[in-house]
């Protein structure tokens, strides 16, 4: 089948009263981003649908950007016909040539937007109809949840069929929840917890933190990689890699040990509200999951909390770890989190975490710290890039060599 365009219709955008214009406008500019590669497409993202006029370019691959794009409810394939009924009946033979089998029901579902046309819907609906039962004897007319829908929209420049519905990835466009900031590890939780974010409409920038020469250009590059897995979702994603090395020998040095990783969370915490302020992000994201390990109960969470006012946002905190991992196999980003680099916690995590460390405690175990200035150095070592789904980090002959260990 040719198909000429893809007709979109859109998610929970309908509900959204006012701010249905914004919200179709930021769809329309992801779309145009995430298919910027195709430059035959033409998009115009309309009040009720969005039409993708293909212009030749390949149906499928496509497609296969369009399920990544969230403020999309599903889509139709569809074929444009002249505005001529015989050719409309031409077509929808063609159609059922392909998809006909015993038995099968079906209905024929008009619109017109146009209503210049000769035939009324209901015209439309019992020529069509009949030329299909003319046709086909194997199949029966069923009103009530046929097997296929023919869709017949009749639009002023032609008259389009589609009978496919095909579930798109949901969600709200990105963008239209404001900015916020991911901290992305290399681990399973923290991407999982940016693709939901992302599904909400947030439009994210990943904080990494990293420890040369503790951690490896590997480990970098590991939370580098992913990134760019969720970069389809968006078109492209912001990185910024902040040096925690300092902060984590200070915090070793002078901090017991039970409170290694409060201290260093809540550091990691006041740099990210630094660098939210600086980047205008609202909340910040992370992939804590409640109860998982001892840096994840409430009071760990509430000795962390206390550096910031900045709403801390934890899409996984009440999934178990088995449908985080469902998650993360779908976006593909399993395979890459279970690969043994290091991130900087876990060369730096104590033998024993206090599981329910005191705000006060670690209030004063700060006290005896230069905090501001470990801050403002590793405010100062930041690097900021943009990657695509296109980019690659982790070489393969050191992938193969790392699986090897
Ligand atoms: P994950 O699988 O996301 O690494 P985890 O179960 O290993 O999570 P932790 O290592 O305790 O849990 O980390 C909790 C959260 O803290 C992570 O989900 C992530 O959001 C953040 N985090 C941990 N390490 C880093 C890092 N090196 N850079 C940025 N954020 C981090
Ligand atoms: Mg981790």
């Not at 399920?67 to 999309?72: D, L, M, Q, S």
């Not at 937007?113 to 009324?120: A, K, L």
């Not at 990835?169 to 990105?174: E, T």
């Given at each position: 089948m040719q198909y000429t365009e893809i007709t979109v219709r859109y998610g929970e955008?309908?509900?959204k009263g006012k701010n249905r214009r914004s919200f179709i406008d930021r769809l329309g500019t992801n779309t145009r981003n995430a298919l910027?590669?195709?430059?035959?497409l033409e998009i115009k993202a309309h009040r009720d649908r969005m039409h993708i006029r293909?212009?030749?370019?390949?149906y499928h691959e496509v497609v296969k950007l369009v399920?990544?794009?969230?403020?999309?409810q599903n889509f139709s394939p569809a074929i444009k016909v002249g505005r001529d009924v015989e050719e409309v009946k031409r077509t929808a033979i063609e159609i059922f040539n392909e998809i006909a089998t015993d038995g099968m029901t079906f209905k024929i579902n008009t619109r017109r937007?146009?209503?210049?046309?000769?035939?009324?819907t209901n015209q439309l609906n019992d020529i069509l109809g009949g030329t299909i039962l003319d046709n086909f004897p194997q199949v029966k007319v069923q009103m009530?949840?046929?097997?296929i829908t023919l869709r017949v929209e009749v639009r002023s420049d032609g008259i389009y069929l589609s009978y496919e519905q095909i579930p798109g990835?949901?969600?709200?466009?990105?963008g239209t929840a404001g900015k916020g900031l991911l901290m992305l590890?290399?681990?399973?939780d923290s991407p999982v917890a940016g693709y939901l974010a992302l599904k909400r409409g947030v439009d994210l920038e990943m904080v990494h933190f990293y420890s040369p020469p503790y951690t490896s250009e590997q480990a970098l590059n590991k939370a580098k990689e992913l990134t760019a897995k969720l970069a389809p979702y968006v078109g492209k994603i912001r990185f910024i890699q902040v040096p925690f090395a300092e902060i984590q020998e200070t915090v070793k040095k002078d901090v017991p040990a039970g409170y290694l990783m409060t201290i260093q969370r809540r550091f990691m915490l006041r740099l990210c509200e630094k660098i939210a302020e600086q980047r205008h992000a609202l909340a910040i994201f992370n992939g804590e999951s409640l109860g998982?390990?001892?840096?994840?109960t409430m009071e760990s969470m509430a000795a962390i909390n206390d550096v910031t006012s900045m709403p801390i946002l934890r899409p996984?905190?009440?999934?178990d770890k088995n449908d985080i991992i469902k998650v993360a196999e779908e976006i593909d980003t399993f395979n890459l989190s279970i690969?043994?680099?290091?991130d900087c916690c876990t060369v730096f995590a104590p033998t024993a975490p206090k599981t329910k460390p005191r705000i006060d405690r670690s209030r004063e175990y700060e006290s005896k710290l230069d905090v501001d200035g470990l801050i403002e150095r590793s405010l100062a070592g930041i690097k900021i890039t943009e990657i695509t789904s296109a980019d690659h980090f982790l070489n393969a002959q050191e992938e193969s060599f790392a699986e090897l260990l």
């Open positions: 955008l309908s509900t910027a590669s195709f430059d035959k293909l212009n030749g370019e390949d399920k990544k794009i969230f403020g999309i937007s146009d209503h210049n046309f000769e035939y009324d009530k949840q046929p097997d990835a949901g969600g709200l466009p990105v590890s290399g681990g399973i998982q390990v001892a840096s994840q996984v905190v009440s999934m690969k043994p680099y290091e």
